[in-house]
């Protein structure tokens, strides 16, 4: 399954995270957890992303409401953001909630390779190397 990661966006995260850690000191990195995905649907109050669940082993789509003070990276608005594309969400739980606090849309998307069984194994490609 191919999944994409916006490094740019991922970077970026990071340094308003450190940021947002001196700025609003109630709110810690450790509080924090981070997904991303596609974009299924978007509002002033929530965004709904399609994300790998590793313990269904599928895509499931999960709502995220977001902080009256939500962070854009990489954007002026949540206008900006439109169904289909991928976004960071660096997110906390509270009340049975995800919380979004900081949105990165991906500018750069980097594709993972997939395997392809037609080709060389592993084994085959160390012989070739040491030649």
Known sequence: ????????????MVL??????????????????FTFGKVEEISQDHVT????????DMDVNVVYDLARDVILDNIQ??????????IDIEYEESN???IAKVI????????????DEGSESLENSKEGMEE
């Open 1 to 12: 399954m191919k999944r994409h990661i916006g490094v740019r966006g991922f970077l970026s």
């Open 77 to 86: 608005s949540l206008d900006e953001i439109l169904v289909g594309d991928l």
């Open 16 to 33: 308003i995270m450190m940021a947002v850690m001196v700025a609003e000191p109630g709110w810690s990195m450790d509080d924090a957890d």
């Open 49 to 56: 992303i399609s994300e790998f669940d590793p313990e269904q």
């Open 96 to 98: 049975g909630k995800k």
């Open 104 to 115: 990165a849309k991906d500018e750069e998307i980097y594709e993972m390779p997939e395997y």
